[in-house]
C-alpha cells in the first residue's frame, strides 16, 4: 500500500513535469513559426503551462466536482450516506471527507482531491435510490481507497491537464482560420501557407489519443486494487460484488461524466462501451476501466 | 586514510538515521492505537447517549412494554458505570445490544411506532453507530498489528526492546458478544 502512495505521488509529479514540458515546446514551436523563433512566445507558454499545472494541484477537484454538477450532501437528507462514510472512515483511519451529491438517475460514484486531508467523494442519486445499505458501503469504501492511495491525485490532476490539452489543440487548429496570426500587410492574404495550422492539425490528431492513452494507464489497474482495499475495509467482498453486479445490470449512461473526467467514476460512465467487453476485445488501449466481470472475479477469489 | 574516516561517517550517519526513523515510526504507530482505542471510546458513548432518546420515543408509542424498557435502561446503566477495561466493556456492550434488539423489534408489533420519523431516525443513527463501533475496534485491531509487526522484526526488535516498547494486545469480543442475541417475543 505504501509502496502504491509512493508511486502514485511519484507519476503525479511526473506528469506535471511532462505537461509543462509539452505546453512547452508547443508554445517553442509556435513560436518558431510564427514570431521567427522569439523567445517571448516560448516563455509565455512555460508561464502558462506553469499556471495551469500548480492550478490544477489546488483547484482540480473543485473543478471535477463542478464539472459533474456535484452539490454538497445535505447531512440530514443524506443521513445514511454520512454515515456510511464515517464509519468506513474510522476503519481505514482517514479523515472524513467531503459528502457530494450529483443528480444523475445512473448509479456510480468518484473520488477527487490532492491528498486525503483535502478529498472529498460524489455520488449519484441513482446509486443511492438503488444500492442497499452494505452495496452503498462497498462503493463508498472502494471510494475512500482511492483517497487513501492517493489514486486521486493522478486522477485528478488528470482531468484538469487532459482537458487543457484539448483546448491547446483546439486553439491551434482554430487560428488557421487567422492565417497564424501572420496578417500584417493586406497583401499576406494571398499567402495561403500557413504553418501554425499544421501545427495544430498534428496537435489535434495526436493530443486527444495521447490524453486517452494516458487516461487509461492511470486508471485501469486502480480499479481493481481499490477494489480489493474496500473490502479490506469493510471486510465483507460480497457487498461490493453485488454492487458491482447491480450497476453491471444496468445500462444507463451517467450524463453528468465527461470525457475529462471518465476515469474518476466507478464505472466507466460512457455507453455504449459495454461495461464486460461484450463489444469490444477484452481490453481495449482507451477503456478507462477493466471490465466489471473482471473485477467481480477477482474479488470472488477474496 | 581519509577515505576510511568518510567512510565511517557516512557508516555512522546512515545507522542514526536508520534509528530516528525508525524510532519514529514506533512512535507514530503506537498513538495511532491510542487513537484508535479512543475513538472506540467515543463511538461507545455516543451509543449511550443515544438511548435515553429511544426509550422516551418508544415510550409515547408503547408504553405498556415496560419490561423491555427497563431492560434497555438497566443495560445502558451496566454500560455507564462499568470500568474502563476492554473485558468488563465488552460484556456490558453486548449485554446492550441484545436489549436495544429487543426494543427495535416492538417496531414490528406497533405499526405506528414504525412509521415514526424520530423512531427511524434514532433506528438508522443506532444501527450505524453499531457499524462504527464495530469499525473502531477493526481499525484498532489493525494498528495493532502494525505495531506489534514492526516491534518484533528483525532488526528493529533489538532496539525496541532497550526501549521498553511493548507488545500490545488485541481486541477481542467476549462469548455473550460473539454469540448472536436471541430475540423473545
Known sequence: MYEQIRSNKRRSALLIAGFVVVVTLVGAAVGVVIGGGSIAVTIGALVV???????????????????????????????????????????????????????????????????????????????????????????????????????????????????????????????????????????D??????????????????????????????????????????????RYPPGLISALEKLQEDQTATHAASTATAHLWIEQPMSGLGDGGRLRGPHSWFDTHPPLEERIALLREL | MTAVIIVLIIIVVALAVYLISA??????????????????DVQLKRRLD??????????????????????????????????????????????????LRQLFALGEAYPDLKANQNFLALQEELSSTEGRIAYARQFYNDSVLGYNNKLQQFPTMYFARMLKFERREYFEADEAARSTPDVSF
Request: some cysteine.
Open chain 2, 23 to 40: 524510532y519514529n515510526g514506533l512512535i507514530r504507530r503506537r498513538n495511532q492505537i491510542e487513537n484508535a482505542w479512543a475513538q472506540i
Open chain 1, 189 to 234: 492574404h494571398n499567402d495561403t501557407n500557413n504553418p501554425l495550422a499544421f501545427v495544430g492539425f498534428a496537435l489535434l490528431i495526436v493530443a486527444p489519443i495521447a490524453a486517452k492513452v494516458m487516461q487509461a494507464a492511470i486508471s485501469r489497474q486502480r480499479e481493481s486494487l481499490a477494489d480489493v482495499t474496500a473490502c479490506q475495509m469493510t
Open chain 1, 49 to 187: 503551462a506553469a499556471a495551469l499545472a500548480f492550478g490544477s494541484y489546488w483547484k482540480a477537484d473543485q473543478i471535477a466536482l463542478s464539472v459533474s454538477r456535484a452539490r454538497p450532501a445535505d447531512p440530514r437528507e443524506y443521513a445514511r450516506l454520512h454515515n456510511l462514510v464515517e464509519g468506513l472512515c474510522i476503519a481505514s483511519g482517514l479523515p472524513k471527507p467531503g459528502v457530494y451529491v450529483v443528480d444523475d438517475p445512473a448509479p456510480n460514484a468518484f473520488a477527487t482531491g490532492r491528498n486525503p486531508r483535502h478529498a472529498s467523494i460524489a455520488v449519484t442519486t441513482g446509486l443511492l435510490e438503488k444500492m442497499n445499505r452494505v452495496e452503498l458501503e462497498g462503493v463508498v469504501a472502494h471510494e475512500l481507497s482511492h483517497i487513501r492511495n492517493y489514486d486521486i491525485l493522478v486522477s485528478t490532476l488528470a482531468v484538469t491537464m487532459v482537458g487543457s490539452v484539448a483546448l491547446l489543440s483546439d486553439l491551434a487548429i482554430r487560428s488557421m482560420w487567422w492565417n497564424g496570426g501572420r496578417v500584417r500587410r493586406s497583401g
Open chain 2, 50 to 99: 443515544l438511548i435515553p432518546n429511544l426509550v422516551e420515543t418508544v415510550k409515547g408509542y408503547a408504553a405498556h412494554e415496560r419490561e423491555t424498557l427497563e431492560a434497555v435502561i438497566s443495560a445502558r446503566n451496566a454500560a455507564v458505570a462499568a470500568p474502563d477495561t476492554p473485558e468488563a466493556q465488552s460484556k456490558t456492550e453486548g449485554a446492550l445490544t441484545s436489549t
